[in-house]
C-alpha cells in the first residue's frame, strides 16, 4: 500500500508560478507511471501529466506551462506550473499505478487547491 500526499497549493494571481508536489510513501521507482490530474468544479476530473520511464505526456492546454519531474530517492513527483490562468483553478490530485500480477494496483492523493486570480 502507498499513500500519497500533495502539497504546495495555494492562491496565485494569473501569470504566476506554483510547484506541486508528490510525497509517496513507498517508492516510486516500483510504479509504472505517475500522473497529475485535476478536477475544477461541476467539471470532470482530467489528466494534466504523465511521468513514466518512457518520458512525459501533457495536456495540450498546459504543454509548454507545466512541467512535470520525479525524484527517485526522494520518492517525489513534482509539478511545476508556470504562466498560470484562471482556467487552471481546480483540485491538482497525484495518482500512481502500478501493473502487478494480480493486477494493476491504482494509488491517489487527496488532492491540493489551486486557485488562480485574474
Known amino acids: 500500500q502507498v499513500q500519497l500526499v500533495e502539497s504546495g497549493g495555494g492562491l496565485v494571481q494569473a501569470g504566476g508560478s506554483l510547484r506541486l508536489s508528490c510525497a509517496a510513501s513507498?517508492?516510486?521507482?516500483?510504479?509504472?507511471?505517475m500522473y497529475w490530474f485535476r478536477q475544477a468544479p461541476g467539471k470532470q476530473r482530467e489528466l494534466v501529466a504523465r511521468?513514466?520511464?518512457?518520458?512525459?505526456y501533457y495536456k495540450d492546454s498546459v504543454k509548454g506551462r507545466f512541467t512535470i519531474s520525479r525524484d527517485i530517492a526522494k520518492n517525489t513527483v513534482y509539478l511545476q506550473m508556470n504562466s498560470l490562468k484562471p482556467e487552471d483553478t481546480a483540485v491538482y490530485y497525484c495518482?500512481?499505478?502500478?501493473?502487478?500480477?494480480?493486477?494493476?494496483?491504482?494509488?491517489w492523493g487527496h488532492g491540493t487547491q489551486v486557485t488562480v486570480s485574474s
Open positions: 495518482n500512481a499505478v502500478k501493473y502487478a500480477s494480480h493486477g494493476e494496483e491504482n494509488y
Open positions: 513507498g517508492s516510486i521507482d516500483s510504479m509504472n507511471a
Open positions: 511521468i513514466t520511464n518512457g518520458g512525459t
